[in-house]
């Protein structure tokens, strides 16, 4: 009786991966491509040095955007480099990472459209919370 239980749930589990899997294929090549197509010389360009417009100027891109974070690090110290303020910086950083409009399809078919949707709005206003929070601590510094 226990085998036969294993034995459907597994069967259930490979049903389940099978009908996921196209989905999170097309979301990792959304992904890859957005990250290929957009050249870090674009986010230099965009920021104008505000600190009220770059903050969400780079949470909206970095939503928009989705990466990992081991890139980001790279790309924020890029960014920094190139003159942008941490502050936007800071704000890209934590959208890219925790907001994921690219996937937002792929989470809301497997967690549900008012989770998935919740967790992204929840997640952008966090991201230019922590932004300010951090580079105000940091002036203390």
Known sequence: M????????????????RQILPIILGVVMLVSLSISLIPKSF???????????????????????AGNPIISYILGGELLEQGVSLIAVTAFILSWVTVGLIQLPAE??????????????????????????????????
Do not use: C, E, H, W
């Open 108 to 141: 809301s078919l497997m967690l549900g459209k008012k989770f998935a949707v919740t967790r992204n709005v929840i997640s952008f206003i966090s991201s230019l919370i922590i932004a300010f929070l951090t580079v105000f601590t940091l002036s203390f510094i």
């Open 43 to 65: 986010y230099t360009k965009i920021f104008t040095g505000n600190n009220i417009i770059d903050p969400l100027l780079g949470s909206v891109i970095g939503s928009i955007s």
């Open 2 to 17: 226990r085998d036969s239980k294993l034995k459907k749930s597994f069967s259930q589990t490979i049903k389940s991966f």
